[in-house]
């Protein structure tokens, strides 16, 4: 695509009749002036000079209007009819009658022009020329808008014209966040931020004027579409709003249908793991009371705790008003050691298969402890809990999709218990799966190298050996089987 100065031109001119030396002479490209033949003021009347003085000023005031006309190149056949008529009415003693060229036009060397739009001949009128070609004026529309082009400037899309205006409504992109179109920088580029799976498009300033981002998707609040302020920080977007989980009642099923996940692997957790869902800070005090060394993301959103501590949970649902929840209700909670594992403390306020996602990571965690997995390194530990995590996503936003070499059937029957859960819902809307297909790609494209790395290394060997036997060969080895 380019920019083009549009060039216009007038149409082909009337010949002069043959012996007819007195009619009014085109000068110059763009700039009529009329001229009158010599002769002899003596012969004539004061009252007649003055009527040719008069007919010499209507010339130059045609030839001015048609300078105006800029872009165009007018033809002035018809004004120089015009002009003739004039003179002829007001001095017929001294110009002859005016001989009209023979129809048709073409007969004075003047070659046929097609119309590029119409496709009909060009004949008498005003036309232009570009792209090689000719046309009406009315015929060189916009291919967006359909109205002619009457600028001096239009943009080309292979053989397509457009108006400047129309064309960088299509072509020149859009902040999804301000609406607005997106800015150049300073080398007069279009620099512009997208995320690698929504494709949402942002002007660069968004990632530091303080615009908010959704916790759980990662999109940029938009301008017109306010996001739910959960009152510790974080904001959600009315998408991932509507599978949310807010309080540690509502996550009970869920959690319960993750262990039969998992029993469904042949991974029974024969102890009844206490599970909380808690606010951001209550999971950062967590963390700082675990006195053993912990693997986390930038941003952590669960943890598998290993100590006695006092946890507050979240008790009752919280309110939706005005763009934030409200009337939270909160109740601490001492988590006494019975074994291995404490507690599995999960963030409030995701959507359900975020939820779970975390869930199945930690409940992972949870079955290496209780199986006594001696202390593993961060690649191996956290690589098998997304192995975990990833496939539990992946049992429901593609059900029957990963057929495990070791263990098929239970695969299966985890699948149908998971989907069962789910059809209790009524289903995943598109929206929901959607969501789904973009927590499995923010697993497989993590770059830190515990959580991503490990992954990738994990997932490798699972889909080679299988579980069960990665898992065999980690108890012994300590590391994946190569």
């Known amino acids: 695509m380019k920019w083009l100065s549009k060039l216009f031109r007038s149409g082909p001119g009337r010949g002069n009749a043959a012996g007819s030396n007195h009619h009014p002479q085109l000068i110059g490209d763009e700039s009529?002036?009329?001229?009158?033949?010599?002769?002899?003021?003596?012969?004539?009347?004061?009252?007649?000079?003055?009527?040719?003085?008069?007919?010499?000023?209507i010339g130059l005031s045609l030839a001015e209007d048609l300078k105006r006309r800029s872009g165009y190149r007018w033809q002035a056949e018809r004004d120089e009819e015009l002009a003739r008529s004039l003179q002829d009415s007001s001095n017929p003693a001294l110009y002859p009658p005016y001989a009209p060229a023979p129809a048709p036009y073409y007969s004075y060397g003047q070659t046929q022009r097609?119309?590029?739009?119409?496709?009909?001949?060009?004949?008498?009128?005003?036309?232009?020329?570009?792209m090689g070609t000719y046309f009406h004026p009315q015929c060189f529309c916009c291919h967006s808008c359909g109205r002619p082009i009457v600028e001096n400037e239009f943009s080309l899309s292979g053989r397509d014209p457009y108006h400047k205006s129309c064309f960088k409504e299509l072509a020149h992109p859009k902040c999804e966040v301000c609406h607005q179109f997106i800015p150049t920088n300073r080398a007069g580029l279009i620099e512009y931020r997208c995320?690698?799976?929504?494709?949402?498009?942002y002007c660069p300033s968004h990632e530091h004027d303080n615009t908010a981002r959704c916790c759980s998707c990662e999109r940029l609040e938009s301008w017109?579409?306010?996001?739910?302020?959960?009152?510790?920080?974080?904001?959600?977007?009315?998408?991932?709003?509507?599978?949310?989980?807010?309080?540690?009642?509502?996550?009970?099923?869920?959690?319960?249908?993750?262990?039969?996940?998992?029993?469904?692997?042949?991974?029974?957790?024969?102890?009844?793991?206490?599970?909380?869902?808690?606010?951001?800070?209550?999971?950062?005090?967590?963390?700082?009371g675990e006195k053993s060394g912990l693997h986390h993301m930038p941003e952590t959103r669960g943890l598998c705790l290993s100590e006695e501590q006092t946890v507050t949970s979240i008790l009752?649902?919280?309110?939706?008003?005005?763009?934030?929840?409200?009337?939270?209700?909160?109740?601490?909670?001492?988590?006494?050691?019975?074994?291995?594992?404490?507690?599995?403390?999960?963030?409030?306020?995701?959507?359900?298969?975020?939820?779970?996602?975390?869930?199945?990571?930690e409940l992972m965690?949870?079955?290496?402890?209780?199986?006594?997995?001696?202390?593993?390194?961060?690649?191996?530990?956290?690589g098998i809990c997304q192995v975990l995590s990833y496939m539990w996503l992946e049992s429901e936003v593609m059900p029957g999709f990963r057929n495990m070499p070791s263990s098929s059937t239970s695969t299966s029957a985890a699948s149908s218990s998971s989907s069962s859960s789910s059809s209790?819902?009524?289903?995943?809307?598109?929206?929901?799966?959607?969501l789904g297909e973009f927590f499995m790609h923010q697993i497989a494209?993590?770059?830190?190298?515990?959580?991503?790395?490990?992954?990738?290394?994990?997932?490798?060997?699972?889909?080679?050996?299988?579980?069960?036997?990665?898992?065999?060969?980690?108890?012994?080895?300590?590391?994946f089987p190569l």
């Open 224 to 288: 017109d579409a306010r996001y739910v302020s959960l009152g510790d920080g974080r904001s959600l977007c009315f998408e991932c709003m509507e599978s949310a989980i807010m309080d540690t009642g509502d996550c009970q099923p869920l959690y319960h249908a993750i262990r039969d996940y998992y029993e469904g692997m042949n991974m029974r957790l024969d102890q009844q793991i206490p599970m909380l869902l808690v606010e951001r800070q209550a999971l950062n005090e967590a963390i700082v």
């Open 316 to 361: 009752k649902r919280p309110k939706f008003g005005r763009h934030q929840l409200v009337g939270i209700k909160t109740q601490p909670q001492k988590l006494t050691r019975k074994c291995e594992v404490t507690a599995i403390l999960v963030l409030y306020g995701l959507p359900r298969l975020l939820t779970g996602a975390i869930l199945a990571h």
């Open 424 to 434: 209790k819902k009524g289903g995943k809307s598109k929206v929901e799966h959607k």
């Open 445 to 479: 494209n993590d770059s830190s190298p515990a959580y991503g790395g490990g992954f990738r290394s994990a997932n490798a060997a699972v889909n080679k050996y299988g579980l069960r036997c990665t898992l065999d060969h980690i108890r012994l080895t300590g590391n």
């Open 195 to 201: 995320h690698p799976f929504w494709s949402q498009k």
């Open 114 to 130: 097609i119309c590029g739009g119409c496709k009909h001949d060009i004949r008498f009128g005003n036309y232009l020329g570009c």
């Open 32 to 57: 009529m002036i009329w001229r009158a033949p010599p002769g002899s003021l003596d012969d004539r009347s004061r009252a007649q000079k003055e009527k040719e003085e008069l007919d010499h000023a």
């Open 365 to 382: 965690h949870g079955w290496l402890r209780l199986k006594g997995y001696r202390t593993l390194n961060p690649e191996v530990e956290e």
